[in-house]
């Protein structure tokens, strides 16, 4: 029995796109931590019990936010230098044979 092949969405195929997304799910658990601990914050009037819940929540939620901002914006920084990379050596690949094109109808070779 012939076992069904399954292929990656296009999305999927760009090697950085499995970090962006682990980084864009850091980011919104960040969000969900502030959500979180603000709600826990409103649920009582003692402010004892307030400030724990906004302090792990509302910090916490902040520094997830924030590395996860960081680190997404460093992995496609490094996305788009990587496919600069890959079109400055299709340039020089192509201009390379131009070289070689005139080189060989001159008779330079």
């Given at each position: 029995m012939k076992r069904p092949s399954y292929s990656k969405p296009g999305f999927l195929?760009?090697?950085a796109a499995s970090s962006?997304?682990?980084f864009?799910?850091?980011v919104l658990a960040g969000f969900v931590a502030i959500g979180v601990g603000?709600?826990?914050a409103a649920r009582t009037l003692f402010v004892g019990l307030q400030t724990p819940a906004l302090v792990s929540g509302g910090m916490g939620g902040i520094a997830?936010?924030?590395l996860g901002s960081a680190l997404f914006s460093i992995q496609a920084s490094r996305r788009l230098a990587a496919l600069e990379r890959a079109?400055?050596?299709g340039v020089l690949d192509e201009a390379a044979a131009?070289?070689?094109a005139v080189k060989?109808?001159?008779g330079l070779r």
């Open positions: 195929e760009d090697p962006l997304l682990l864009s799910a850091v603000w709600k826990v997830l936010v924030l079109e400055t050596e131009l070289v070689e060989a109808k001159r």
